[in-house]
């Protein structure tokens, strides 16, 4: 979220709006405790279902119990069914209503926003979802709605990245060429692109008078409906472990740039996931970051996947309590994020001290509705990788019940320094006593390619914490850090070893089978073809031999 210029044009906002009761609520209510498991599936499902094809600009309405208010103040009540669909920016606020089993009710609101996002990705939109009781009401002096006019090139002319000759050309137009236009200077030499970019306005035609076009800042941010707003959320209200705290998320879709939005006053760049909690000036405000990055200029802060930030209202304004924390993984993993278009895996961001390095370590905890087996599995990338190439097995693990905890070893990812192979056997002894700190007594290594070779040797030095390693595509000797010689250091602990039968990077079958050999209690799985470490899982179903090795891991029924 790092930009030092900002020409941002935030378009209108969509909200798709569903607040949802069980399809069929007298059953659930009848379960008991069951309810509000089955209330959060049920109205997850159903608002996905039911809002699904709403397209950009337009509303879906699911339940009369998501108030809807029009920017003359009435309540809007146009919405009566689940799936009526209508053009929204005239709302001036939306309000969803707390999870409550015993009636079978639990409101859900989805918006998306266009954003500074160009017409010509009509699929791409930020979205917004509010869920439990949740208010959020957009800003007095928001920018109204207008008309875009299609402006046409009479010659080539270039695109600025701001209403001048001084600022960078961003593209181009051939003459004949006609786009969009949504805003001017004042005296209108210049016009604003829909895209963000800007025109010389003698340089380009229009049907209509462009002066019918608003007066925008020349590089301030501007806002649309809904786009800088106020919100409020219940705290602490989750009714079960499958419910989470009341809230909003706001997700930005995957390589579209960066898109700025303003809560309660505070300015937020993104191209991320985020979570807000609270707003009421009485009980704080939480801002989790989920994954990527956010800025936050006002406050010359950087926020992390993995990390939220505290702030309390002094005098009226927004102020940041000290630094950026772990976030709480077990708090937030039952955020409803399969409304969200791109999968976001929750977890907790720690920097993990290990001689002259800070290991920037993610933390997996099992779900609170799976039985945790009290183990842990930590996973080491191969060279050049980070942690990351695990996505394809983080889920699997945690719903087995095991807490995950994945580095970006030195030199790598989110980890400064050099890469430093020699040490990373030593290195993963710290991970594991972060582990311990988590609570989990033992645990299986898990590596890749040189990660494979140092989750080796570290294991076995482990013998009172590691109880297994799984290898992909280890090596004879990668960068020092040698297989054979560690392998008989197992002491008959359970070994998986994978590998392609014509890998050329350094860990083919022929060298695998000599790494199985000097070893008891190792399980072969040799494919082919030539792919190394965790690109095995891009074309082979991993999943299938590595849970069935943890499945049958000794402990694996109470740790």
């Known amino acids: 979220m790092k930009r030092t210029q900002r020409l941002v044009r935030l378009m209108p906002v969509v909200l798709l709006v569903a607040s949802l009761a069980l399809p069929i609520a007298a059953p659930v209510v009848a379960q008991g405790g069951d309810a509000c498991p089955a209330l959060v599936l049920a109205a997850v499902e159903a608002a996905d279902a039911f809002c699904r094809e709403t397209g950009r600009n337009q509303a879906c309405y699911g339940h009369t119990l998501v108030e809807a208010t029009s920017l003359d103040g009435a309540r809007d009540a146009s919405f ?20 409550d089993a015993a009636s079978g009710q639990w409101g859900i609101a989805l918006i998306r926003i266009q954003a500074s996002l160009p017409d010509t990705l009509p699929g791409q939109n930020v979205t917004i979802v509010l869920f439990g009781d949740a208010l959020l009401s957009g800003e007095a002096g928001a920018e109204a709605p207008s008309t875009p006019i299609a402006v046409t090139a009479t010659g080539s002319v270039n695109l600025r990245a701001g209403p001048s000759t001084t ?53 301030e941010v501007t806002y649309g409906p809904m786009q800088a707003f106020t919100f409020r959320t219940g705290l602490g209200d989750a009714a079960c472990a499958e419910a989470p705290e009341s809230g909003i998320l706001i997700q930005t ?23 807000l909690q609270g707003g009421a000036p009485d009980g704080g405000l939480i801002l989790a970051q ?30 940041p309590v000290g630094d950026p ?17 791109r999968p976001v895996p929750i977890y907790e961001r720690h920097v993990v001290p290990s001689g002259t390095y800070g290991i920037v370590t993610r933390y997996f905890p099992p779900p609170p509705d ?33 807490g995950v905890v994945v580095p970006d070893m030195p030199g790598h990812g989110e980890t400064g320094g050099e890469p430093a192979y020699g040490d990373w056997a030593g290195l993963l002894g710290d991970l594991a006593g972060f582990a311990r700190d988590l609570g989990y007594g033992t645990g299986v290594i898990v590596g890749s390619s040189i990660g494979a070779n140092a989750g080796l040797v570290a294991c076995a030095g482990l013998a009172d914490w590691c109880r297994g390693a799984a290898l992909l595509s280890p090596g004879i000797d990668y960068f020092g850090v ?40 190792v399980t072969l799985q040799i494919y082919d073809g030539n792919l190394h470490g965790t690109d095995l899982a891009g ?16 402990g694996m029924e109470g740790g």
């Open 167 to 219: 600022h960078a050309i961003v593209g181009t137009l051939a003459a004949g060429e006609s786009t969009l236009a949504d805003g001017r200077l004042a005296g209108g030499a210049w016009l604003r692109l829909q895209s963000g970019a800007w025109v010389y306005a003698p340089l380009v035609t229009a049907e209509v008078d462009v002066s019918a076009l608003p007066i925008v800042a020349g590089e």
């Open 253 to 275: 879709p995957s390589g579209a740039g960066q898109i700025t939005l303003m809560f309660n006053g505070i300015e937020i760049q993104l191209g991320s996931t985020v979570a």
């Open 539 to 554: 074309q082979y179903d991993l999943l299938a031999p590595v849970g069935a090795w943890l499945e049958a891991f000794p």
């Open 482 to 521: 040698q297989a054979l010689p560690a392998m008989p250091g197992m002491g008959g602990r359970p070994a998986l070893i994978i590998a392609s039968e014509q890998d050329d990077r350094g860990g083919p079958g022929d060298v695998a089978r000599q790494v199985a050999a000097a070893g008891d209690n």
């Open 290 to 319: 989920l994954e990527g990055t956010g800025m936050l200029p006002g406050y010359d802060g950087t926020l992390l996947g993995g990390q939220t930030w505290s702030f309390d209202s002094l005098d009226g304004v927004w102020t």
């Open 370 to 402: 799976v039985p945790a087996i009290g183990q842990s599995a930590l996973l080491v990338h191969g060279r050049g990788l980070d942690w990351a190439s695990w996505l394809w097995l983080i889920p699997t693990l945690q719903a087995m019940g095991w």
């Open 325 to 341: 924390q772990p976030l709480d993984a077990r708090r937030y993993a039952s955020l409803p994020v399969d409304l969200l278009p």
């Open 80 to 99: 009566r069914q689940p799936g009526d669909i209508r053009e929204v920016v005239t709302l001036q606020a939306v309000q969803t209503a707390p999870l």
